[in-house]
């Protein structure tokens, strides 16, 4: 069984930080990356950013240079540090991993039951 349990969200005023943490449950023969999306009210899920197995990153441009992914493979979690919070930042944020379980088996999305963070104006 694979759980992904996000925490960290929260309300925050615009220009402060938070960092998310999901830890992660369940073996995998592979990951091929981890990642965090979020969603806003009537928009869909997208991404913020993505880690992989070599420790390259990516990001949504609406939050490159003020957000930094992590992992910690020892305790088996991702983080997301986001800096210069505002109000377009508020939304559900979810993790994911996106994996093999066997090996040779195809890689699927796993998620998280999401986050919820809201910057003040």
């Known amino acids: 069984q694979v759980q992904l349990v996000e925490s960290g969200g929260g309300l925050v005023q615009a220009g402060g930080s938070l960092r998310l943490s999901c830890l992660v449950s369940g073996s995998f023969s592979r990951i091929n990356y981890m990642g965090w999306y979020r969603q806003a009210p009537e928009n869909e899920r997208a991404l913020v950013a993505r880690i992989f197995s070599d420790g390259t990153t990516n990001y949504a441009d609406s939050v490159k240079g003020r957000s930094t992914i992590s992992r910690d493979n020892a305790k088996n979690t991702v983080f997301l540090q986001m800096n210069s919070l505002n109000p377009e930042d508020t939304a559900v944020y979810y993790c994911?991993?996106?994996?093999?379980?066997?090996?040779?088996?195809?890689?699927?999305?796993?998620w998280g039951q999401g986050t919820q963070v809201t910057v003040s104006s």
């Open positions: 994911n991993v996106f994996g093999t379980r066997v090996r040779f088996g195809r890689p699927t999305d796993y």
